[in-house]
């Protein structure tokens, strides 16, 4: 007969009056295991406990105070190095009211599947690095959640992979040239090495086949009075060597990659800090912040900085759950709305020769997107309830089309391209004034993106190689973030956008 897990008491379907006799039938492992709790069940249940929001809260504290700590001593007496957040984790140890914004992504380092990634080329980090010269200072801050691991696969590889793609296709290293070993970090295995290498010359040409011509002149133009790109590996353990090394004087752009996560003798390690007068006991998790949305009920990093202080003082971590639920209803009232670029207005102009301006929503409510020369908008976020207050009276045209992220509706982007597409053909290729057009979303980073990149393949098909392919959308992508660093579309969005040019050519 099949067992059943959960046993009932009392009478049942089968006919049993007791306990008794329900069990008689059983056997004695059965019976063993209907009342006494799987062993590995109950470690699960325990690590859960101890894994929960309160412990990783203050862990992320903890690592959050040593990102800052580093990047002041990194920094000397004079100017703070230039910080950028490697999403997402990286964004819960640092400030981002100062910090920029990166992608590099650890599946692109992981072994046997080593990548150069044609849509997160992080060229702005590369420009940033490169633009006083060899006296820029450049921190990269990620964290990873392995006991064993210093660094997570985005710092330990994907990084330093794009720089040595980089060096070899700008030439400040011979473009055939093997691998060095100071390339990266000395933990990597010679095989591991040596299978990067073998790719090395594809991953060249990958970028050079992306980068616009006047966009990779600007890159090689800036690495050849800096140097060649350099990494150095930051962690608690080498912090005070690194210190010294940075002082020291060197033709090469330095980026410094930190890892916030603390070296540990077992997961879970009981630890200790003082905040004002009190003693807060935890159980330390490295790389906490990761995997966000199983663990941040909808909390931001922004929102966590914020009101960091009060979140591990709690009490407990239900008292802590109801902190965050509070801090999220009232975020809107705060100005945080859980966007951490709320306020975002750029023109690319200059990137795509059209009068076209990106940003978020918010821009508009907040009067920052009124420039005299936009007389139309399109919304294409579904976060607002848009209505004609927003409108001024110079604004001629205002359409909402509310497109759903690639992961939400598959297929939505790519049906709804043709009306957002005519709508900028119609305003943002007329000549003469008061011709421009700012094309909204709720982040900035995806839908917005989507839609322009569409426009600009439209506008230009007369232009486009006659084998058109997904590169082409990347280069387009690429040509927006040279002017506005956080676009960021998914590929499921870019997919979406090529599908579209496609079906209209």
């Not at 929001?53 to 990047?71: C, G, K, P, W």
């Not at 917005?448 to 084998?467: M, R, W």
Request: aromatic fraction near 8%.
């Amino acid at each position: 007969m099949d067992v059943q897990e959960d046993y009932d008491i009392g009478d049942n379907e089968e006919g049993y009056t007791t306990d008794n006799e329900k069990f008689a039938l059983l056997a004695d492992e059965d019976i063993e295991r209907s009342i006494k709790p799987n062993f590995y069940q109950r470690c699960r249940e325990i690590r859960k406990s101890n894994q929960d929001v309160l412990n990783r809260m203050r862990s992320v504290y903890v690592d959050h105070a040593f990102v800052q700590e580093t990047i002041e001593k990194l920094g000397g007496e004079q100017t703070l190095p230039v910080v950028f957040a490697n999403l997402r984790c990286g964004a819960w140890y640092t400030d981002l009211r100062k910090a920029k914004t990166c992608t590099f992504k650890s599946i692109d380092g992981h072994n046997l599947n080593h990548q150069f990634s044609q849509s997160r080329l992080n060229t702005h980090v590369l420009l940033e690095a490169s633009r006083d010269g060899s006296a820029s200072k450049v921190i990269i801050v990620d964290a990873t959640k392995s006991k064993t691991k210093r660094f997570p696969d985005a710092l330990a590889k994907t990084v330093p992979i794009w720089c040595a793609t980089i060096n070899r296709a700008c030439e400040v290293i011979v473009k055939n040239a093997r691998i060095e070993k100071d390339e990266f970090p000395d933990f990597l295995s010679e095989n591991e090495l040596h299978a990067i290498e073998t790719k090395m010359a594809s991953f060249v040409e990958t970028f050079l086949s992306v980068v616009p011509e006047t966009h990779f002149a600007e890159i090689k133009e800036g690495l050849e009075k800096s140097g060649p790109l350099h990494c150095e590996y930051v962690c608690r353990n080498n912090l005070e060597n690194i210190v010294v090394r940075s002082r020291e004087k060197k033709k090469a752009t330095v980026l410094y990659l930190l890892s916030a996560s603390m070296p540990l003798t077992k997961s879970g390690e009981r630890c200790k800090f003082e905040l004002g007068n009190k003693t807060i006991s935890y159980n330390y998790f490295p790389g906490a912040a990761d995997d966000e949305e199983t663990w941040a009920f909808d909390l931001t990093p922004k929102q966590f900085q914020r009101h960091m202080e009060k979140f591990v003082s709690c009490e407990s971590s239900k008292a802590c759950e109801r902190l965050i639920r509070e801090v999220i209803q009232t975020g809107s009232e705060d100005d945080m709305d859980g966007n951490e670029n709320e306020d975002v207005f750029i023109s690319l102009k200059d990137a795509l020769d059209s009068n076209v301006y990106v940003g978020t929503f918010q821009a508009l409510l907040n009067g920052n997107a009124r420039e005299e020369d936009v007389h139309a908008v399109l919304y294409v976020g579904s976060k607002h309830s848009p209505n004609f207050s927003v409108k001024r009276e110079d604004t001629k045209d205002y359409l909402h089309v509310p497109l759903k992220f690639a992961k939400q509706k598959r297929g939505d982007i790519e049906e709804k391209l043709p009306i957002c597409v005519e709508f900028l053909m119609k305003h943002a290729t007329t000549e003469g004034k008061n011709t421009g057009v700012f094309v909204c979303c709720d982040d900035a980073k995806d839908l917005s993106i989507a839609v322009i990149a569409a426009f600009q393949l439209v506008k230009n098909k007369a232009h486009l190689p006659v084998d058109f392919t997904k590169e082409t959308v990347r280069k387009v992508l690429l040509l927006i973030a040279t002017q506005h660093s956080i676009a960021n579309p998914c590929q499921g969005t870019v997919k979406q956008v090529y599908a579209y040019k496609n079906r209209t050519t």
